[in-house]
């Protein structure tokens, strides 16, 4: 790939709210918003939302995206990688984290040390199942070049990258990502609004067997139970279609047909990746109780953690980065009492079920590897169900 496809690519991969028009040859199956976003199509959700509804309303996180798009046929390559820097670009300052695995059925390396030290030591990356290993390594590659002369090859020297497979819609194994790939990822992070559906890691991954990828909310808690953020960024790329339900309304029932095909419909599931982020100050085992309500907002969209699937989820606090970065001496952390963390509980699970349908509603078809197709969930029809069944708001927020 050449330098300026390359910062096409990765340019596209972070544009708020960008959408890849499907390649030539998928089916089109009703006028869509492009990009939109499920509250603003009537759907309901409990939690009062950030600014952005996305995780990088936790200040400063950021979020960047590599896209790869190209090719047709047995060439075609849909997939890319998504990066979370929990303090930006700029900074090797670990957070404290915790992560979960509700079924195992997948990867996110890095996570032993997790467990160990409560630490997580630079951003996680997203990617597809084949490109775990040069993305991991891509990660210690752009810290000692960003940050020469420095220890970041060891701050980073256990990389997280999560995966889930594309190989429906992508190349899979034709290994198209590469540590440039990775690399625009990286740099393109930034705050604001967050790109979601087909692009970066999502960019070729389905849910509930409706075209899936990348999606993100975020949830802001009031004064009183101390006005802390939780964002949830999600790769989703799991579930059959009749157990999809949005807003309690059972839509993959509603909407039995489109589903994905490849000379006839395919009937597997996959994995989903799940980040949760937040400024409250928390310990890692307080992080690890964060990251295991995460399976409660999957079960509100109908998830049942499939033998197949990858369901592995992580937790992060942007707080107490004196008390994460200290090397010696006697280091002191704040952190929200247990009493209190109900509320931050609830908005875990409010921000995922969110974060989810968000993924599903600006999702494009996509046709990819020998001309697989992944239908978009329908606009029109989805709002059908939600009134059939009184569940649509008229509200048009984020």
């Known amino acids: 790939m ?13 544009r708020p709210r960008s959408v890849h028009a499907a390649p030539a ?10 990009g939109a976003r499920a509250r603003a199509l009537g759907v309901p959700f409990d939690g009062t939302p950030g600014p952005h509804n996305a995780i990088t309303d936790v200040a400063g996180l950021e979020v960047g995206h590599a896209t790869i798009i190209t090719g047709a046929g047995d060439h075609a390559v849909r997939t890319g990688v998504t990066a979370i820097l929990p303090r930006g670009k700029r900074s090797l300052v670990p957070t404290f984290a915790g992560w979960f695995a509700l ?24 990617t597809n199942t084949n490109s775990v290993g040069v993305v991991r390594d891509a990660i210690v590659a752009w810290g000692i070049a960003r940050f020469p002369g420095t220890d970041a090859a060891w701050e980073l020297g256990l990389p997280v990258v999560g995966e889930t497979y594309d190989g429906f819609l992508n190349d899979v194994d034709g290994f198209h990502v590469t540590r440039e790939h990775a690399f625009a990822a990286l740099d393109s992070a930034a705050p604001g609004p967050v790109a979601e559906g087909n692009v970066g890691g999502g960019t070729g991954m389905m849910a509930y067997q409706f075209k899936g990828g990348i999606g993100t909310a975020s949830r802001r808690l009031s004064v009183e139970a101390g006005g802390h953020t939780v964002g949830v960024l999600v790769q989703a790329n799991y579930g059959r279609r009749p157990e999809l339900v949005v807003a309690g309304v059972p839509v993959g029932r509603e909407i039995a047909d489109l589903l994905p095909v490849r000379g006839e ?11 949760v982020a937040t400024d409250a100050p928390l310990l890692p085992h307080q992080l690890k109780r964060l990251a295991r309500r995460v399976p409660l907002g999957i079960g509100r969209v ?12 992580l937790a992060l606090s942007t707080a107490n980065a004196d008390a994460a970065a200290a090397k010696d001496g006697l280091a002191r952390a704040a952190f929200v009492p247990n009493d209190a963390l109900d509320p931050l509980l609830t908005a875990t699970v409010q921000a995922t079920e969110e974060a989810i349908v968000n993924a599903l509603t600006a999702a494009e078809t996509m046709t990819g590897v020998r001309g697989s197709t992944a239908h ?23």
């Open 302 to 313: 109908g998830g049942t953690a499939h033998n197949a699937s990858g369901d592995i989820f």
């Open 25 to 34: 040859g998928a089916a089109v199956t009703e006028e869509r918003q492009h």
């Open 265 to 275: 419909p395919d009937a597997r599931d996959g994995s989903i990746i799940v980040i």
């Open 376 to 398: 978009a969930l329908p606009h029109a029809r989805l709002r059908a169900a939600l009134k059939k069944y009184g569940r649509m708001t008229d509200s048009r927020a984020r």
């Open 103 to 126: 079924n195992g059925n997948g990867e996110m390396t890095g996570t032993t040390w997790i467990e160990e030290g409560g630490l997580l030591g630079g951003p996680v990356l997203l």
């Open 2 to 14: 050449t330098a300026a496809l390359l910062l096409v690519v990765a340019l596209l991969g972070c």
